[in-house]
Each structure stands twice: as structure tokens, then as C-alpha cells.
């Protein structure tokens, strides 16, 4: 459970959401939280896996320096060891076709389980693959998946997570701005402004000196006249949906919605610029600059009721490659959950597709690959053989992380996971909730290859970064502020144990 400084809570166990919820000081340990983040970014899930796997090259570097091994020998030899680790992913990954729904819907179910949602694993896994396929674009170098421009998952607490459902087009979360105006508008043309429908405010302060009655009434009707202009500007565009990213003044949507317009307004850039290259609409940012080629087109627009409050959807639009998961739960948090569940389960997936490589999970991968690179170090010469040496017993803290975080005693559980590997089965993981090692792929613990070789690489980079520093400079505020004894300055204290 996270509470920030505003007394907001967050429960997850999403590594990710974890540590950039945290406040950390440390310089060391901002770099982990880096490695993190870019894993999230790349592949959408395994940032655990990235940040337990960065702390513990650390700490077996550490043990070496402690030996008197050099730390460019170190770098040298973990850089080795991650290229090794890369040729020898290739030869345990499984090939997976893109149409291979069954193997996605595993993939999904992978990516969800643990994240607090696993009851409804087969409903949300489902809604996963629906919604990646249904974005698929082909292009010259293959099949490409942009999950964030293409997908968007709205949050409504309220019913059961069985309620979520995929709606093939954009839900907005906001309803129109003027109760008389149409509920539903049928072949719709949209036209999507950035600018405001009402006066702006003047950038310095202003008076107007009002000495008659008259005078008053002239300002009034000048005021009226502006804001029937602006409207008129609106009108004329053909458009008869607006979502507008700012205001709409009340006088404007009295014109507006006279004229049978239906609008929406303080809609989010994001879902402006969504609704732009799904209906083919350009975003207008100066209301004298409209011309009917600004305006896109839909099947249908309405004003849906969702769980106590109101939505619009936009449907029936030319391109599709634009969906929108609809999450339904108990509380505020459950479906806050359910949305890092989704959104890891999807990049995944979408990752899958491109790629079509997949490993096992359960820790087998990291078994057979520690016991792979520790054959190769043998061959090495020189100190060069440590450093790869300890990189393959890094890879052991996964593992060891699983099985203790099933209450299973990780001694056992790496003897029998080595003797399995040993003996050819290259699939053997660990059970966490039976606490035996068994065939991961049989028991459909399946995780793409980009999650194994990101983490890695992300890893090996961020710790030989932190092994090439020799001196840590603070930067301070004021001239005498931190100093420290003889006029030098305060330094923080930087070791290895605190960057994990």
C-alpha cells in the first residue's frame, strides 16, 4: 500500500508502479528506478524482474571488488556474459504464430497472474488478445502493435469485473455539454477544436468604465454578438458532433445546440488526438481557420449511461484500428488494479505479436541460462571468468525470489530446478502454488522473449554504470551550506547495498 504526500493510496504489487510511486534520494538507487521504467516502456511487464536482477549483479559485484577484481574487469566481463545470455535465449524460445489465439490468451493469463485479478484470468485475458488483434498493422519490416495510440482503457467502479467489455471504437469519458442537445447522432461529422468556444481572459488586468444604462445594454449586446459569431463559425463547418478541448461559454451552447449540435467539451488532448486519427478530423486551434475538409466522420455518437454516470461513444468509424476496454469493479482500487493488469497483459501480447518469440516463465529460463553461462565461464581465462561467473549466479535471485515468495525453501527448490535442467528438460520452473518443479509450458507459464533480453541488457547497463563511478559530487544550493570538516563538502554516503 502506497500513500503519497496528498494521502492517496495505491495498492499493487506492479514492480513498476512501485518504485515511481516511491520517494527516493539515493543517485544509485534513481538509476534502478530508470531501468524500471524502461522495461515498463519497452515491454509492459517484468520491471521486478529488472530491478531484483540490477540489485544483485551489485551485490556480486561488490563481493568481487572486495577480492580486488577491478571494476572494468567487471563491466567487461558482465557485458560478455549479457551477449552470451542473448545467444543463449535463442536457443530455448518457442515460435509463435500471431494467429496462435490460444498461445496469446496463455501469454495474457502470464502477464495478469499476480497483479490481484487472477478469479477473472480467462475473461480479462480474452479481452486482452481481442483487443491487441483487432489494432494489428502490417508494414514492410512486419507486423507492428502501438498498444498506447490504439487501445484506451476507461475506469468505471461499479459492478463486477465480469462487466468489463471491449468496445470497438473510443469511449470518452464525458457527456455532452447541454442536456437539450441530441442524445444520439447518426453518420456523424465530428469536428475536434483545441481552442476555447468562449472570451478568453486578458493576460493583465482590465476595466471597463460603464457610466449609463445604455452603455451597459450596448456592452451586453456586443458580448452576445461575439460569443452568436463564434457559434455561427461552429455551425458552419457542417460538423454536427464538436468535442472541444476547453470551454464552451452557456450562450454558445444555446446557438450550438439550436442548431442540433451535439458537443462535448474539456475533453483530454489524448483522447483528442485519438479521436483525430480515428475519424480523420484535424484539430482546429483557431476557430476562423475551419474548413469542412477539418471535419471527420462517424457511423455513430451517443450518450451512453455507465454505471451512475454518463460516457460518449464513438463508433462505426472508417479506421478501426481504434478500440476501447471498458473496466468494471467493486472499488475504486480493484479497478485501478485491474488497469496495471490490463495494460501489462496487453504490451505483452502486442509485443508477442511482433516479435512471435516466446520462453517459459517460472524461473526455468533463468535456471537453464545461469547453468549455460557457467559452463561458458569455465572456458574463459583470466578474471574475465568472475565476472561471468557471478552474472550466472545472478540470475538465480529470480528463482530464489519466486520460491521464497511462495513460503517454499529456495535451497531445495534451486537443487531440484538444477537437476532438472541438467537433465535436458529445459521447460522446468517452479509450481508456486503446489511448490514443485514442473513442466512450465504444460502448465501454460509462457512470457515473451523481449521481457528476458530487455530486463538483462537494462540490468548489465545500469549496474556497469554505476561500477564506473569513482567519485560521487554533490551540488549544493549555497556556497557553505553541506560543507563538511577542512571546508570540504558533506558527501553522501554511496554503497552497494543501498542502490536495491
Known amino acids: 500500500m502506497l500513500v503519497d504526500s496528498m494521502g492517496d493510496i495505491v495498492i499493487t ?58 571494476s572494468t574487469i567487471i563491466s567487461e566481463g558482465y557485458r560478455h556474459a549479457a551477449e552470451k545470455c542473448r545467444e543463449i535465449l535463442e536457443t530455448i524460445t518457442i515460435a509463435i504464430s500471431p494467429d496462435d489465439e490460444a498461445a496469446l490468451i496463455k501469454i495474457a493469463g502470464t502477464a495478469i497472474t499476480g497483479k490481484g ?54 469511449v470518452i469519458d464525458k457527456e455532452r455539454s447541454h442536456p437539450n442537445m441530441p442524445e444520439k447522432v447518426e453518420n456523424a461529422k465530428i469536428l475536434l477544436l483545441s481552442c476555447p468556444v468562449e472570451f478568453r481572459k486578458t493576460e493583465v488586468d482590465s476595466e471597463i468604465k460603464i457610466t449609463s444604462p445604455g452603455q451597459m445594454q450596448l456592452f451586453l449586446d456586443q458580448e452576445e454578438k461575439m460569443m452568436r459569431e463564434m457559434a455561427e463559425k461552429v455551425i458552419a463547418s457542417g460538423a454536427n458532433v464538436v468535442f472541444c478541448q476547453k470551454g464552451i461559454d452557456d450562450m454558445a451552447q444555446y446557438y450550438i445546440e439550436k442548431a442540433g449540435i451535439y458537443a462535448v467539451r474539456r475533453v483530454k488532448k489524448s483522447d483528442l488526438k485519438r479521436l483525430s486519427k480515428v475519424t480523420g478530423a484535424t484539430i482546429i486551434q483557431d476557430l476562423d481557420q475551419i474548413t469542412t475538409e477539418d471535419v471527420g466522420t462517424a457511423g455513430l455518437v451517443e450518450e451512453k449511461e455507465v454505471r451512475g454516470g454518463k460516457m460518449t461513444y464513438v463508433t462505426g468509424c472508417q479506421n478501426s484500428k481504434a478500440v476501447t476496454v471498458l473496466l468494471h469493479g467493486g472499488t475504486e482500487h480493484v479497478v485501478d488494479s485491474l488497469d496495471h493488469a490490463l495494460n501489462d497483459a496487453l504490451h505483452v501480447v ?20 545461469s547453468l549455460r553461462l557457467s559452463e561458458y565461464a569455465s572456458t574463459l581465462k583470466g578474471r574475465e571468468q568472475l565476472a561471468v561467473s557471478k552474472f550466472a549466479e545472478a540470475l538465480e535471485v529470480i528463482p530464489v525470489a519466486l520460491a521464497e515468495n511462495a513460503g517454499l525453501d529456495p535451497i531445495d527448490i534451486m537443487v531440484e530446478l538444477r537437476s532438472q535442467h541438467e537433465k535436458g528438460n529445459k521447460n522446468a520452473g517452479l509450481n508456486v502454488y503446489t511448490g514443485e518443479v514442473v513442466d512450465m509450458w504444460e502448465n501454460d507459464v509462457i512470457e515473451p522473449l523481449r521481457i528476458k533480453t530487455q530486463a538483462i541488457n537494462a540490468a548489465m547497463e545500469a549496474t556497469v554504470m554505476i561500477l564506473r563511478i569513482d567519485d560521487v559530487v554533490a551540488s549544493k544550493g549555497s556556497a557553505n551550506q553541506g560543507m563538511g570538516p577542512g571546508g570540504l563538502p558533506d558527501m553522501p554516503d554511496l554503497d552497494m547495498d543501498a542502490a536495491y
Open 13 to 70: 504489487n506492479d514492480g513498476a508502479t512501485i518504485l515511481k510511486e516511491m520517494d527516493i534520494q539515493h543517485p544509485a538507487a534513481k538509476m534502478i528506478v530508470e531501468v524500471s521504467k524502461t522495461q515498463d516502456a519497452e515491454v509492459g511487464d517484468g520491471t521486478t524482474t529488472a530491478a531484483v536482477l540490477s540489485g544483485e549483479l551489485l551485490s556480486k559485484a561488490e563481493e568481487l571488488i572486495m577480492k580486488g577484481v577491478h
Open 350 to 369: 502486442g509485443v508477442v505479436i511482433e516479435d512471435g518469440k516466446v520462453v517459459v516463465g517460472g524461473g526455468s529460463s533463468e535456471v537453464e541460462l
Open 117 to 170: 485479478a487472477e478469479a477473472y484470468k480467462e475473461k480479462l485475458s480474452a479481452l486482452t488478445v481481442k483487443a491487441v488483434r483487432s489494432i494489428v498493422e502490417e508494414e514492410e519490416d512486419g507486423l507492428k502493435v502501438n498498444v498506447l495510440e490504439n487501445i484506451k482503457i476507461e475506469k468505471r467502479a461499479g459492478g463486477s469485473i465480469d462487466d468489463s467489455e471491449l468496445i470497438d471504437g473510443l
